[in-house]
């Protein structure tokens, strides 16, 4: 503020109002500060208002503009954490659902979770209901839309994690789910995904 402070007393001297434009600045990698100072048609006073009007301003926009880049950031983040796929076996992804959907969520479900049945070259995908506690017919319609994806690209897919309380819900709301396979709980998938595989799971040591 020293520039303004010059302005200030020269328009005591001179009775006349005075501001300042900065014409070179060692801020800005000058090796010297240059300062013009001329007339103005209002006070100093005035000028230092708008001054840190326009400071403001710009602190404002830096700010939102940080605040926008971390909500991307952040949301990014919501995404990946909210719908991981996660290879269990061989040929096996199980994708566990957490809370609520909308178009965006299960847009970005559908790609994600087709992109890693492609990339794991995996047969079969587990859709895990374990950690909701109620669905909506928009998001049994979206999980009844994955399935039919998977199944597009000769994979398999089918819910498990179905509590007694999902499963009423699933009944009532009148979507058509008779085709699709679904279990109580995550391991009942994995062995029935498995025993499809061919495999097998026994204790070590268990004598055939």
């Known amino acids: 503020m020293l520039p303004s402070h010059w302005a200030g007393v020269f328009t005591g001297l001179f009775g006349q109002n005075v501001w300042y434009k900065i014409i070179?600045?060692?801020?800005?990698?000058?090796?010297?500060?240059?300062?013009?100072?001329?007339?103005?048609?209002?006070?100093?006073?005035?000028?230092?208002?708008?001054?840190?009007?326009?400071?403001?301003?710009?602190?404002?926009?830096?700010?939102?503009?940080k605040v926008s880049e971390r909500t991307e950031e952040l949301t990014s983040l919501v995404q990946e954490l909210s719908f991981p796929i996660i290879p269990v076996l061989k040929g096996i992804l199980?994708?566990?659902?957490?809370?609520?959907?909308?178009?965006?969520?299960?847009?970005?479900?559908?790609?994600?979770?087709?992109?890693?049945?492609?990339?794991?070259?995996?047969?079969?995908?587990?859709?895990?209901?374990?950690?909701?506690?109620?669905?909506?017919?928009?998001?049994i319609f979206g999980i009844q839309k994955l399935i039919k994806a998977v199944r597009l690209l000769g994979g398999d897919c089918f819910v498990v994690g179905v509590s007694k309380e999902l499963a009423i819900t699933i009944t009532l709301s009148g979507i058509d789910m008779n085709d699709f396979l679904s279990f109580s709980s995550l391991q009942q998938g994995v062995e029935y995904a498995l025993e499809q595989h061919g495999y097998e799971l026994m204790l070590k040591g268990t004598k055939l």
């Not at 994600?112 to 928009?138: C, H, M, P």
Request: glycine residues 4%; hydrophobic residues 30%.
């Open 24 to 65: 070179k600045s060692q801020l800005n990698g000058n090796e010297y500060d240059e300062i013009e100072i001329f007339p103005s048609d209002v006070t100093p006073s005035r000028n230092i208002h708008e001054l840190a009007r326009r400071k403001e301003r710009q602190s404002i926009k830096e700010l939102e503009q």
């Open 94 to 139: 199980v994708t566990p659902l957490i809370g609520k959907f909308n178009e965006d969520r299960l847009s970005d479900l559908m790609q994600r979770a087709l992109f890693e049945l492609s990339r794991n070259k995996a047969q079969y995908l587990l859709i895990d209901l374990t950690g909701i506690s109620s669905v909506d017919d928009y998001t």
